[in-house]
């Protein structure tokens, strides 16, 4: 069942996966599909060591890497990674510094054993610039995607220099008419039931105006989708391929600690909420303490980014190490979809495709049986 943009990347199915890890994206890749690794909050260094891991894996599939390269942001005029950082230590109140340790400390997630370590600058020019540089090196590596807005001039054209597609996330329609004027060659529209950074608009009404809007540019329809009925649907608006995140997250593959494994196989569909508590742009994730707490009249409001995730990087990596001590679950980072309902067993992403395809197939069987003559 390819797609002509399948034919395009030469691969067998249209199914693009959004993951955080490198067993992820060559599972997916080997399947038939393509793994895409995310790599906000990497630094340079550790994307070589993930790039070098899947480029001794993956055999002669293909791959991709996105990123977050903002336009503009907070402290845009901070050349180096030391000025942006301190910028940012200043721009953050005593008073959100405060009530975020206190979260932690209430629900008894131990401390980074490391304070030295490194603090990551995602949604930074300088740290993407530096991971769109490292992902070029590698000639498996066929398309970039950036999370947030439309790329820089600058890296559409570097990118396309090195023959390889760009193309970036839409959460509404404006935003992939920007994308496509800018020259990008694909757009990921991702409705408001996905996983991440997700807007206003439901997938079901966003991805046909969007088809519409940006054609003849391939789209790729992401939010909504980890069944092989689902993936029928988004197929039958005109869509390229299926892009999905959330499914991925409980597969044998993926690491995670068994807690928040845990909490994502107990959640319902009703069990998310998109909050600004952890990046400051709207991303939806497990509903919980968290989440609530930010939310309540008595306490700070989230920061815009880039200065919501700078705050509240400590948590993020602390909640996802410590995942089963003391309460932790209760101030978790668990971004997912509202799909988290559908995922009750832990599959390998060879079962996961086969089943995608296998349901597809049957769906479509079921739609031609109900055709009026
Ligand atoms: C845990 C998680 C983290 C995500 N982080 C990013 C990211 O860094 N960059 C990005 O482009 N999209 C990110 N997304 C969004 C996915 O790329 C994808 O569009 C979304 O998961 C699709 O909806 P679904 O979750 O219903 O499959 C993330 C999604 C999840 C579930």
């Not at 008595?298 to 920061?303: E, M």
């Not at 909640?319 to 978790?332: F, I, L, N």
Request: glycine fraction near 8%; aromatic fraction near 6%; charge should be negative.
């Amino acid at each position: 069942m390819q797609t002509e943009f399948c034919k395009q990347l030469g691969i067998e199915a249209p199914i693009f996966a959004f993951t955080h890890c490198r067993d992820v994206v060559v599972a997916v890749s080997k399947a038939g599909g393509i793994g895409v690794l995310g790599a906000v909050g990497f630094s340079a260094e550790q994307l070589k060591e993930e790039l070098d891991w899947i480029d001794e894996h993956i055999g002669d599939h293909i791959y991709g890497v996105d990123t977050a390269i903002p336009q503009k942001y907070e402290g845009m005029d901070k050349s180096t990674p030391e000025e942006l950082v301190a910028m940012l230590q200043a721009a953050i109140p005593e008073q959100h510094r405060k009530f975020t340790e206190k979260l932690l400390s209430d629900a008894g997630v131990p401390e980074w054993p490391d304070k030295d370590d490194d603090v990551t600058l995602s949604f930074s020019a300088v740290q993407a610039q530096a991971l769109v540089d490292e992902a070029l090196t590698r000639p498996n590596c066929r398309m970039i995607v950036n999370a947030l807005g439309t790329p820089p001039a600058d890296v559409i054209k570097q990118v396309h220099d090195a023959g390889r597609l760009i193309g970036a996330l839409a959460g509404r329609l404006k935003h992939g008419i920007n994308h496509k004027e800018a020259g990008l060659d694909f757009v990921v529209c991702q409705g408001s039931e996905g996983g991440g950074h997700a807007g206003e608009v439901t997938s079901m009404v966003l991805w046909p105006q969007m088809v519409d809007a940006v054609a003849p540019l391939p789209v790729l329809a992401a939010g909504g989708i980890a069944n092989g009925r689902q993936m029928l649907a988004a197929m039958s608006m005109g869509v390229s391929g299926v892009w999905m995140g959330s499914r991925w997250l409980n597969s044998s593959e993926a690491h995670a600690e068994p807690a928040q494994r845990e909490s994502y196989m107990n959640a319902t569909s009703e069990d998310t909420v998109r909050s600004r508590s952890f990046t400051g742009k709207t991303a939806r994730m497990l509903k919980n303490e968290w989440t609530e707490a930010w939310e309540r009249e008595d306490t700070p409001d989230p920061l815009p980014m880039p200065l919501q995730g700078y705050l509240t990087f400590d948590a993020v990596r602390r909640t996802h190490r410590y995942a089963g001590s003391g309460d932790c679950q209760k101030v978790a980072f668990n971004p997912i979809g509202q799909v988290v309902g559908q995922i009750n067993e832990v599959e390998s992403c060879r079962d996961i495709m086969f089943h995608l395809l296998s349901e597809y197939a049957e769906a479509l069987e079921h739609v031609n049986a109900i055709n009026p003559e």
